[in-house]
């Protein structure tokens, strides 16, 4: 079946500093993607969805400046916690899909900003 | 808003027995996903479901399709302390819709 990746699976970085995670998809072509973020104990609440080529879409209350995604690619995209804060500290999650495929979800990057 | 909700929320069991959590969704779906989440770790995909399959197999987990009341159900049969775990279930259904998730089922299994 369809796999993607997502690298890393935990990172944990200073505050101030800016992050970079990576999502792939390994055997198909991903024409969209998407983020997700889980709090604590809570379910994975969508931030932005991204098409190749085109600028993301993020959710009510996302700040798109924070939480850059960059889909250059149909196999990668990519969210970068720029300056981050412990605040942002939570599980990241990526899903993938192509034009003639299910959506399918990485395993998800923990973040622990310190 | 969230897709789907699962039910129960939390769920507490002996070692041994069997473990039913069921998923609830609000439009139609092309197929829907079981996912498990140890404590502070990753999603691991357990089982997909099409809308044209009402029942699939893997291991020791069952899951149903029931398209007609918009609900799946996942069984853990004859669970283990180590199916301790949050357990998500996610909807899609295709083109341009985007999965979601529900809040999760926690189970904790008793040694």
């Known amino acids: 079946g369809a796999v993607v990746s997502q690298h890393p699976s935990w990172v944990i970085c200073k505050s101030g500093t800016s992050v970079k995670i990576e999502c792939r998809s390994l055997d198909f072509q991903a024409t969209t993607m998407f983020w997700y973020r889980q709090f604590p104990k809570q379910s994975l609440m969508l931030m932005a969805t991204s098409n190749e080529g085109s600028k993301a879409t993020y959710e009510q209350g996302v700040e798109k400046d924070k939480f850059l995604i960059n889909h250059a690619s149909l196999t990668l995209s990519t969210l970068t916690v720029t300056s981050a804060h412990p605040e942002d500290s939570s599980f990241y999650i990526c899903?993938?899909?192509?034009?003639?495929?299910?959506?399918?979800f990485g395993q998800g990057t923990r973040l622990t900003v310190v | 808003s969230q897709q789907g909700e699962e039910d129960p929320q939390a769920l507490s069991i002996q070692e041994g027995e069997n473990a039913t959590m069921n998923c609830s969704y609000k439009?139609?779906?092309?197929?829907l996903q079981w996912y498990r989440q140890n404590s502070g770790r990753g999603l691991v995909h357990l089982i997909l479901i099409r809308s044209n399959e009402r029942e699939k197999h893997s291991g020791r987990l069952r899951v149903t399709l029931d398209t007609s009341k918009k609900s799946s159900s996942l069984l853990i049969t004859a669970s283990r302390a180590a199916d301790t775990a949050s357990y998500f279930c996610?909807?899609?259904?295709?083109?341009?819709?985007?999965?979601?998730f529900g809040r999760g089922t926690s189970l904790i299994v008793h040694p």
């Open positions: 996610a909807t899609d259904a295709g083109g341009s819709y985007i999965p979601t």
């Open positions: 899903s993938a899909r192509g034009t003639y495929t299910e959506a399918f």
């Open positions: 439009t139609s779906i092309n197929n």
